[in-house]
Each structure stands twice: as structure tokens, then as C-alpha cells.
């Protein structure tokens, strides 16, 4: 649109809601902060920074936001920053924080949206890097549908103990080595030092990187850019480059929803299989689906792609590779380029279509993370839904990082109502080998708020018992946990699911291969189990979880707030 150079009163502006007499508070309120004249008439582009000095996964996020807002100015565009709220998984694991994690990324999508909505800014740039921010900020962008790019702050480089790469969660598997014996408390100690070595998203492929990739998958983040490293100084070339292009996609009239179809979902969903990523992406995708005005994306969509797609990357902790080893392999778009006659190619992204975008992808011509389609790591995806009478509706698995010999399981149950009461059995030694833990009551009512069962399975690990026993919970994991776990079994306990009706010693089979999940008892007794149960409520502080218990959908159904 043409600037006038004058006054400012004859719609010159770019905003609808800065045109005119009716503007004239609005820009005063503006011009109170130094934006002139000249700057109002311009799109007006928030940038969304979710920085925190209390998440290492967004620490580096100002000096991204002050690369996307020089973005911005060059391209002609006004930025205007906020922030959002950006708890981190790690911090808040183990304790009542956990519970607010999961309903953090709803607080997080109205927060985005209440903003924009009250200032109508033209466009936004979507900073973030964490489990929940990143797929919180997706939901806003689908729910807003406006101009919309997400960037994020990129993986943290790994730890280094005993020649090995490890992640943070050492420290969780060394609470069992100390317990054991096998290290001594002053060695303990130095892997607390080491076990963070600095900024970025955690570096295995857990639920940050896995939404950070599929962010790009998707196709609302730019090209070959989620595994950029947080400290690598191509993150800040990022940053700019998003500013620059968000201004091109606001005059181009390029909106979130055109970006986010069905065939975006598609292509993320694929690359999640096939990547073996966090089994929360399940979650999210589904959430965002949902807030794309695409209604209920079924976990049979991820059934049936699941027997399609084989795993091609292995990534930490389903393998020796961490994230800086699967970015010097190409990262998510070299998975896309070997998956490419699975793909939507015809999809649009923030930067052309997805065939433009896979056209730039140079292949390594040795690449010992990354297999071709024909060569696949395993036949089968990374990620699968099991169903059966304890997950009528399903429950989520992630092979990829299943032992083989694990891949048929059948043991007792050993039943808890909170994960806490299966940490303190664990620790005592109360655990035998062979057993089937059912930890239930966790879901998004029952938890409330679907808290991760991120550390039985580690306190497991360090007690030597991950090989030998079998987690299933309707509560959610971490993606960094390894093992044989099954999660966001529906409906919950606090539903009336089957797994409320469990007791110790029934027997629990399961197979991934056959893709179930069994209680083997007979249906007359389950029914009878039935007259005698009463659910089980948790006291939570009054607040926000209360809210999110009364309206939040089944994990079946992405968890989202109704």
C-alpha cells in the first residue's frame, strides 16, 4: 500500500486498525514508545519471544528475537515483541510442576492469541524451542491464521562422560549407579557439572527437537534450519532470514492454514515415523490438526501410516546419534529427501512448496545416521499405536526405542496410582524382573494435567531393571526415555478405563508386532470389577489444573482443552 507522507488520517496505513480517525488513539499509544509515523504505516509484525533466563532451551532467544526484528526492519515491516510463559519439562519433572506442564501449552496458544487479537498485528514470528512452547505456539498460528513463522533456538551440544555422548538425563540413570554402588558420591557430583554442557534444547530427540523438526516438516519453519545448533551462528542468520520472510508472506497474503492442511499433517506424521521421534508429537500434532479447523485427527491415521512408514534415523536415545550428529547428517530435511515418494510434495511451506524446499537438500553420500527408504534402519516406524481391551480407543508405543527382544512382552502386574508410589517401590528394590508396572490415574483428568512418567522408566534404568520389566500408564513419557513403555492409554482410569480395573497380579500382555495391548482376564470379570469401582480424585491447588481437568479432551483426542 502507498504512503501518503502525511498526517496519517487517510488510510495510508497498512493495519486497518491504525487507518483513519479511529487509529489516532492507537497510534498515539504507539508513538508513546518511539515508533513514528513512517513505522505505523508499515505491517506490524509481533515477534512472539518466549525467552527465559529459566529454561536453557530459550536462553539464547534474545539475541535470535534482536536478529528477526533487524529481519523485519529490513524488509519493511515494524516488529513488536512479547513474550509467553516457557516451563521447562526438566525443571518441573518429578513433582506437582509436572502436572502443569502439559496444560502450559494451552495457556501458552491463548496467550499468543489474545495478544494478536487485541493488537491485530499483521503477522507474527513465533520464538521457541521447548516440549510444550513449540507445539503451544503452532496451535496459536493455526488458531489465528494469520502470516506466522516459528523459530527455534536449536539444540544444546551433548555431555561428554567415559568417552560416551550423553544428555542431561545421566543424572537420573546415575541416582541408580549411586544407589548401586557403582559411583561415588564426589562422581556424582561431576556428572551433575558436566551433564548440561550449555544453551539449547535438550539433545536428544525428545519432545523439544522432535516438535522443532516437525515445526519444519510441516512447514512453518524455514528449510534446513531446526537442528541448527543454539550456539552455531547460522541460528542468527535463521532469526534474520524469519523476519525477513514473515514481511514477504504478510504482503503475499500467505496465512497459517494455508500452510497447515491436511497434507502438512501428513508430512509431519510421516517424518515422525520415521524419525522414531517423542511420542507427545502424537499429541500435539493432533491438537494442532484440531486448532487448523481440521477436526479430530484419529490415532488410527497414525495406525495405518505406521505399517507404511519404516524407521529410517535413529537418534539419541534410540541410538548412539544425538541431535548435533543428526544435523551434520542433514537433519530433518535429509529424512524428507529419503522419504520423498511418501510425501505431500505439492504442500506449501513458509518458503515455497515442499519439492522446492527438498530440491536444496544435498545427500551425504555415506550417512551412517540417515537411511535411504530402501534401506531402512527398521521395516517398521518409529512410533505405533497399540489397541486391545485395556486401550479401546489406543495407546501410543515407541518401538525405536524398544529392545528386540522386548517386542512380545507378558508378565504380572504390579499397579500404582501415582507415580510417585511406583518411584519409592522402585527404589526399595520392590520390583521383580519380568513384571508390567501400571501406573494409572495420570491422564489429562486423572493426572491432572497427563504428567510425564519420565522417572520410573529412568530409576529403572539405573536399577538395572529397563531389559526386564514393563511400564504402561494412561500418563505420558518423556521423549527421552528408553524401554518398554506404553502411554496415553484411553480412556484413562478417571474415564473408566480398563486400566482403573487392573489389580496386581492380572496378567498384561503386549505385542508391537500385532500392535495390542491385553488384559488378559476374562470379560465377565471385568465387567464384575466394574459394580466395585469408584474413581480415584487427586487434590490439586485450586488454579488453572482445575480448569483444565473440567474441559480437557481424552489423550485420544490430543488432550486439548473443549
Not at 506424521?269 to 493432533?286: E, F, K, P, R, V
Not at 477436526?295 to 541431535?323: C, H, V, W
Not at 520389566?469 to 505420558?476: E, F, K, Q, S
Request: with cysteine; net charge negative.
Amino acid at each position: 500500500m502507498a504512503n501518503c507522507g502525511n498526517c496519517g488520517n487517510c488510510g495510508s496505513h497498512f493495519s486497518s486498525i491504525l487507518q483513519g480517525d479511529d487509529g489516532a488513539l492507537k497510534r498515539a499509544l504507539y508513538k508513546s514508545m518511539g515508533h513514528t509515523d513512517s513505522d505505523l504505516r508499515k505491517p506490524v509484525i509481533a515477534v512472539v519471544n518466549s525467552y527465559t533466563n529459566a529454561t536453557p532451551g530459550h536462553v539464547n532467544l534474545n539475541d535470535v528475537a534482536k536478529q528477526v526484528i533487524d529481519g523485519v526492519r529490513e524488509a519493511g515491516g515494524v516488529p513488536m515483541m512479547f513474550g509467553t510463559i516457557a516451563p521447562c519439562d526438566g525443571i518441573a519433572e518429578g513433582h506437582l510442576g509436572m502436572r502443569y506442564i502439559l496444560a502450559a501449552r494451552e495457556v501458552i496458544t491463548a496467550s499468543i492469541e489474545i495478544m494478536v487479537r487485541a493488537h491485530r498485528f499483521d503477522g507474527m514470528v513465533l520464538l521457541g524451542s521447548c516440549d510444550k512452547i513449540v507445539p503451544g505456539m503452532l496451535m496459536a498460528a493455526a488458531r489465528l491464521d494469520i502470516p506466522a513463522i516459528l523459530v527455534n533456538g536449536g539444540p544444546m551440544y551433548p555431555a561428554e562422560y567415559q568417552g560416551k555422548h550423553w544428555d542431561g538425563n545421566i543424572v537420573t540413570e546415575a541416582i541408580g549407579w549411586k544407589q548401586r554402588g557403582e559411583i561415588s558420591e564426589e562422581e556424582f557430583r561431576h556428572i551433575e557439572d558436566i551433564a548440561e554442557p550449555g544453551p539449547g534444547s535438550c539433545t536428544m530427540y525428545g519432545t523439544a527437537n522432535t516438535m522443532s523438526c516437525l515445526a519444519e516438516s510441516l512447514g512453518m519453519s524455514l528449510p534446513q534450519t531446526s537442528t541448527i545448533p543454539a550456539i552455531d551462528s547460522e541460528r542468527f542468520k535463521v532469526g534474520f532470514s524469519a523476519g525477513q520472510r514473515v514481511v514477504q508472506l504478510v504482503h503475499n497474503g500467505t496465512t497459517a492454514r494455508q500452510i497447515l492442511t491436511k497434507k502438512a499433517i501428513h508430512n509431519a506424521m510421516c517424518t515422525l515415523l520415521a524419525t522414531g521421534g517423542s511420542t507427545n508429537a502424537i499429541l500435539h500434532l493432533q491438537a494442532i490438526h484440531y486448532e487448523a479447523g481440521l477436526g479430530n485427527l484419529s490415532l488410527s491415521e497414525f495406525d495405518k501410516l505406521s505399517r507404511k512408514i519404516p524407521l529410517l534415523a535413529a537418534i539419541y536415545p534410540a541410538s548412539e546419534y544425538d541431535m548435533i550428529d543428526f544435523h551434520q547428517a542433514g537433519g530433518i530435511a535429509a529424512v524428507e529427501k529419503q522419504l520423498a515418494s511418501q510425501l505431500e510434495l505439492d504442500a506449501l511451506t513458509v518458503a515455497g512448496t515442499k519439492a522446492q524446499a527438498l530440491d536444496q537438500v544435498t545427500l551425504l553420500d555415506e550417512n551412517p545416521v540417515i537411511s535411504p527408504l530402501d534401506k531402512p534402519i527398521k521395516p517398521d516406524a518409529g512410533v505405533a499405536v497399540l489397541n486391545g481391551n485395556i486401550s479401546p480407543l489406543g495407546a501410543v508405543i515407541k518401538p525405536a526405542a524398544v529392545p528386540a527382544h522386548m517386542y512380545e512382552f507378558q508378565g504380572p502386574a504390579i499397579v500404582f496410582d501415582s507415580e510417585q508410589e511406583a518411584i519409592d517401590r522402585i527404589q526399595q528394590g520392590g520390583i521383580e524382573k519380568g513384571s508390567v508396572l501400571v501406573l494409572r490415574y495420570e491422564g489429562p483428568k486423572g493426572g491432572p494435567g497427563m504428567p510425564e512418567m519420565y522417572k520410573p522408566m529412568k530409576f529403572l534404568e539405573g536399577m538395572a531393571l529397563s531389559n526386564d520389566c514393563a511400564l504402561i500408564t494412561d500418563g505420558r513419557f518423556s521423549g527421552s526415555n528408553r524401554g518398554l513403555f506404553v502411554g496415553h492409554i484411553s480412556p484413562e482410569a478417571a474415564d473408566g478405563g480398563v486400566i482403573g480395573l487392573i489389580k496386581d497380579g492380572d496378567q498384561i500382555k503386549i505385542n508391537i508386532s500385532e500392535r495390542t495391548l491385553s488384559l488378559l482376564v476374562d470379560e465377565a470379570e471385568i465387567q464384575n470389577r466394574y459394580t466395585e469401582w469408584k474413581p480415584l480424585t487427586k487434590q490439586v491447588p485450586s488454579g488453572f489444573l482445575n480448569l483444565y481437568r473440567e474441559r480437557a479432551a481424552s489423550a485420544a483426542e490430543g488432550a486439548v482443552l473443549r
